[in-house]
């Protein structure tokens, strides 16, 4: 996984647990789809098509099964037939608590009741797709989420966030500083009042013209366009800020699955026979381990594939 | 009948997760005034909770009536679309018994199972699938659009205007901000840059953006709530 | 001049390829320093009191998991390293086998018992309204632990945590976007006044400058925010057990640096190309 095993003296063949080395069969299919994916970039061929598929399929079984534990398993029918559950409380006159206030069993069973039936009707699309039966469980759903994200956003992304967004740039004077941990005293921005005072204003102009550029869409006058003028030139600078963090993201994402593949190239996990005690495991090992070995079968069949087809179009 | 019944279904669900919104958070719900309107926004979220995965699981309907078409049709890729759904149904059928195993013990005692990542043995199967197929498949399928952005930089960022020209100087000096050696080639300005930038400048700017989306959530949200937006409805 | 369009990109990709492939197989290392926002994440989780609960949200796939694990790995570290108690929930349906594996590697190092000092709560569907809902009532969200199936009242630490939110004294998220830090803000954060960090993919970092430090007490930003933290946890950690995560973090920035200066050489030969070709025509 994430710690790098290049020092490891032997792996399993075939390991289900996960903590300890990993095992040689998963080096293998881990190497080999990884491989088959980035054969893409040289074009579109029958191991990348492999591996998409083995994806989609792969992931629709994986998200189905947390999906059906987690959301149906658990809240419908462990809640209702489980341990502890509501039809237990029912025998036992007990109370059920639904979020946290203090519920009669019976009411609860009728309340989950709906919520199965109004499912059931969520399924009856895939019977009956224009029936109108699954418009109710999806009303529920657009109702809940709509008011959900109304309050909790208009109180934490505008009431809070304004009330905040004047405090935080003029009350912290040390936004800029980095810590006294910093090894470098260069990253540091000495606090330089005046260079304080213009990054406020830089911050202050830059918000309230975005803003007018977003909100004041009529009838731009030129005082209007001057300033929307500038609110894009902040917006420019963001989605610039946005590109040098996305480049920094796709590339840490790549240098971890080259890191990866390098961590199996341990001489633990060669396919060639093992080194004597003490031996320098050889080049012929490192060829054998998975990452070299199915780079090069890859590598040959591509272009065998490339011979052959050249061959057909010659002889054409 | 059939327009109006969940419209209604909408504005009333919409209501109660308000109103709970609005009565006290603090305190035990059963002694709170309205400490019943806790209960409506528990369970009306435990409805959308199981609604929404019923409805991932219909996706899987989709993908399988179409496969199912192209192989028996004998259309392009039909040996992959087989492929797909014998791992779909594979591992849909591993991970069921696992979790009915562990859940119930449906195939002897739990404790007779082969040990897995926690020791108990319950995802083990699922768990060793996840990781030596469909992490390294995920996570490189991602890790090529280092290698299109590299592209797309060579062939397509311009400094046309004003604008773009910001553009790239800000994601340039994002890019050397952001590594030890950057600030190194820059004799310690690219690091001042980037705190620069980011606070004052990507700060207006985010800040200006989420109050514009938050803005619109609100809008929509009131809509939606009060009845007046239905085109969720239309087919 | 032969336009840029007629260059096969496939030898940049294949440029590329060797200069990282290369950088990697030279595994050299070099130390970071540490900015602002990532100290401020440290300092958050070291002033709590020994024995506090800390919620810890890992929402992320395998397509993050580069830049956001080795975060969840560190933060783990941290908190059994200062004996606070902690809750894992995900979000993503992707995230729970890497909590389970990340837990059952670093637990025994801290002699941390499962159900006292750490519990795991794994999956929750529903994204916004499975943040409410934990928001709203711990209990309701989970009546049952994922480990070991047992029913909540049953854990001693989520006894101890009630049913609401009121007993957790930190909410940590490592998000890798939709649903993440911006929806734990929405829905609990503000509505709980709950302190809250974040661990964060490179593409959602910019957002969070938004938020910090009133709404945001810190948060670690990409693989650089990720390299930062471990130098800072690699003293508290026991037995320098993240020394070696530590150092390979260390050694992918220096392989991030030459890949960025790549990236800025191929904008300027391509804009000195496209300038001097529409010059010439």
Redesign the interface.
Same mark, same amino acid.
Do not use: H
């Given at each position: 996984m994430f710690l790098a095993l290049q020092d490891v003296a032997s792996a399993p063949w075939f390991s289900l647990d996960l903590t300890g080395t990993p095992d040689i069969s998963g080096a293998i299919l881990y190497c080999f789809f990884t491989l088959a994916v980035f054969s893409f970039l040289y074009k579109d061929n029958p191991f990348y098509k492999l591996a998409e598929h083995v994806f989609v399929g792969l992931g629709t079984a994986y998200f189905t099964l947390q999906y059906y534990d987690e959301g149906i398993l658990q809240p419908v029918y462990e809640y209702l037939f489980g341990e502890g559950g509501v039809i237990e409380k029912m025998e036992t006159s007990g109370i059920v608590e639904i979020g946290g206030y203090s519920v009669d069993p019976v009411m609860a069973l009728v309340f989950r009741g709906i919520a199965g039936l109004l499912a059931v009707m969520l399924v009856m699309r895939l019977f009956a797709p224009n029936s109108w039966m699954p418009r109710l469980p999806l009303a529920v759903m657009v109702g809940v989420y709509a008011a959900l994200k109304m309050t909790g956003e208009t109180q934490s992304k505008l009431v809070l966030f304004v009330g905040n967004m004047f405090k935080d740039p003029i009350t912290n004077s040390n936004l800029l500083s980095w810590s006294e941990l910093t090894a470098q005293p260069s990253w540091r921005i000495e606090n330089w009042e005046a260079f304080f005072v213009f990054s406020k204003i830089v911050f202050f102009v830059g918000l309230l013209s975005a803003l007018t550029h977003f909100i004041f869409t009529y009838r731009r006058t030129k005082v209007l366009a001057g300033i929307s003028k500038v609110g894009v030139i902040t917006l420019m600078i963001t989605f610039g800020a946005m590109f040098g963090f996305t480049v920094l993201g796709r590339i840490a994402l790549l240098i971890e699955r080259v890191d990866e593949m390098k961590s199996y190239t341990a001489s633990a996990y060669s396919l060639g026979p093992a080194p004597a005690a003490g031996q320098d495991p050889g080049v012929l090992s490192l060829m054998l381990t998975p990452p070299i070995l199915i780079s090069v079968i890859i590598i040959a069949v591509l272009a065998l594939g490339i011979g052959i087809k050249k061959d057909g179009r010659a002889n054409a | 009948m059939?327009r109006e019944?969940?419209?209604l279904?909408?504005?009333?669900?919409?209501? $109660?997760?308000?109103m709970?919104?609005f009565s006290s958070?603090a305190g035990?719900?059963?002694d709170l005034p309205l400490?019943?309107t806790?209960?409506v *926004?528990?369970?009306?979220?435990?409805?959308?909770?199981?609604?929404?995965?019923?409805?991932?699981? =219909?996706?899987?309907?989709n =993908?399988v009536r179409i496969s199912l078409k192209t192989i028996s049709s004998r259309g392009e890729?039909w040996p992959?679309?087989a492929? /797909?759904?014998?791992?779909?149904? @594979?591992?849909?059928g591993i @991970?069921?018994m696992e979790?009915h195993q562990?859940?119930y013990g449906f195939f002897g005692s739990t404790e007779d199972a082969?040990? &897995?990542?926690?020791?108990? @043995?319950?995802? %083990? /199967?699922?768990?060793?699938?996840?990781?030596? !197929?469909?992490?390294?498949?995920?996570?490189?399928?991602?890790?090529?659009? %280092?290698?299109f952005?590299?592209?797309a930089?060579?062939?397509?960022?311009?400094?046309r205007s004003?604008?773009?020209t910001?553009?790239?100087?800000?994601?340039?000096?994002?890019?050397?901000g952001?590594?030890? $050696?950057?600030?190194e080639l820059t004799? &310690?300005y690219a690091?001042?840059a980037l705190?620069?930038? /980011?606070?004052?400048? *990507?700060?207006?700017?985010?800040?200006?953006?989420?109050?514009? %989306?938050?803005?619109g !959530?609100?809008a929509? $949200?009131?809509r939606? !709530?009060l009845g007046i937006e239905r085109s969720?409805?239309s087919? | 001049m032969a336009s840029v369009h007629d260059f096969d990109r496939r030898w940049i990709f294949l440029i590329m390829g060797l200069l990282v492939v290369g950088l990697v197989a030279a595994g050299i290392s070099a130390p970071m320093p540490v900015s602002e926002y990532v100290d401020s994440y440290f300092a958050t989780i070291d002033k709590l009191p020994e024995g506090s609960i800390v919620m810890v949200s890992a929402d992320f796939d395998p397509a993050s998991a580069a830049e956001l694990l080795p975060m969840y790995t560190g933060t783990i570290h941290h908190l059994l390293a200062k004996k606070m108690r902690i809750v894992n929930v995900c979000t993503w349906p992707a995230a729970p086998p890497y909590t389970a594996s990340r837990f059952a590697e670093i637990a025994p190092m801290y002699d941390a018992v499962y159900g006292e000092d750490w519990v795991e709560l794994g999956f929750l569907p529903g994204d916004d309204v499975a943040m409410g809902t934990i928001g709203q009532s711990l209990r309701s969200a989970y009546p049952r632990e994922t480990k070991n199936n047992m029913a909540y009242d049953d854990v001693p630490l989520l006894r101890d945590c009630g049913d609401s939110m009121g007993n957790i004294e930190l909410l940590i998220t490592m998000s890798a976007g939709y649903p993440g830090i911006l929806e734990w803000i929405a829905q609990v954060g503000g509505r709980y006044e709950i302190e809250l960090l974040a661990g964060t993919t490179a593409v959602q970092t910019p957002d969070l400058f938004a938020f910090y430090p009133s709404q945001l007490s810190g948060f670690l930003g990409a693989a650089t925010g990720a390299t930062q933290y471990l130098q800072l946890v690699d003293d508290v950690a026991i037995d320098g057990s993240v020394t070696a995560d530590k150092e390979t973090q260390q050694s992918r920035m220096l392989v991030q640096t030459w890949a960025h200066y790549f990236m800025i050489l191929l904008i300027i030969v391509g804009n000195v190309i496209y300038f001097t070709g529409r010059k010439s025509s």
């Open positions: - | 059939k019944l969940p419209i279904l909408t504005v009333l669900c919409g209501l $109660g997760i308000t709970a919104f958070s035990d719900p059963d400490g019943w806790k209960a *926004n528990s369970e009306l979220l435990a409805w959308a909770l199981v609604f929404f995965s019923v409805a991932f699981i =219909l996706g899987i309907s =993908l890729d992959y679309k492929v /797909m759904l014998i791992v779909l149904f @594979g591992y849909l @991970g069921l979790i562990q859940r082969v040990v &897995g990542i926690a020791g108990q @043995g319950e995802r %083990a /199967m699922r768990d060793w699938v996840y990781f030596k !197929v469909f992490v390294p498949l995920q996570a490189t399928m991602f890790s090529l659009l %280092a290698f952005i590299a592209s930089a060579f062939r397509a960022f311009r400094a004003l604008e773009s910001l553009l790239l100087t800000a994601g340039a000096v994002i890019m050397l952001q590594v030890p $050696g950057g600030d004799f &310690g690091g001042r705190a620069f930038t /980011m606070t004052y400048i *990507n700060g207006a700017g985010q800040k200006a953006i989420i109050i514009g %989306a938050t803005l !959530v609100l929509t $949200g009131l939606i !709530v969720y409805l087919e | -």
